[in-house]
């Protein structure tokens, strides 16, 4: 079964720009959940989408949006990039349920987003 | 919100030996779930083990255990026969039943073995 995969891995942006990264699940897993890390604030949640609808939105400003397509597949988009915005964006796919499985995140590689 | 706290940004553990990583976390909810996730210097975080908080027996994988103290709001994370490949970032996180699939981390645990 194919893991989580994000594109890009690596990104470079200069202030002002917008990005688009995206995040294919695993299969089956119906749940897409985001996450910025970086060094200081550790990793925060952005926001989690369950058949294409947001579910939960974490406390981050507007230019950070995103969306889930009938795949199960999502993308998220920052606009007017700052320099703070420059971390490691994570996506993690998940599954309910009351199996031993069930409710465990499972992370991508992730985006390395640089905003100069 | 829920918060959760690990007090020990770094650690060490020599090859072989036993090291446990503290975690605590704020609550008033009394169904939750608790994880520990490793992020080894490739970055792609790993689930390590996973607590029930209704289940009062500690979740053992392999050479990973934790102590969990419901009353205490204590999660810790013991790795035992510690190996050069257990190095990483540590992360302890908290999975609320009541706000769906949000889950909450720690701010996380350097662990360096020593060869």
Redesign the interface.
Known sequence: KAGVTQTPRYLIKTRGQQVTLSCSPISGHR?V?W?QQTPGQ??Q?LF?Y?SETQ??K?NFPGRFSGRQFSNSRSEMNVSTLELGDSA?Y?C?S?Y?GLTSGA????????SRLTVL | AQTVTQSQPEMSVQEAETVTLSCTYDTSESDY?L?W?KQPP??????VI?QEAYKQQNATENRFSVNFQKAAKSFSLKISDSQLGDAAMY?C?Y?SQS??????????TSLTVIP
């Open positions: 749940s959940s996450y550790g990793l949640f989690e369950f579910r939960n974490g490691l994570l993690a998940s309910p409710n465990v995140l499972t992370f991508g590689a992730g | 779930y994880f996730y490739s970055r792609q975080m790993i689930l996973r992360f996180a999975r706000t769906g699939n949000q889950f909450y981390f720690g701010t996380g």
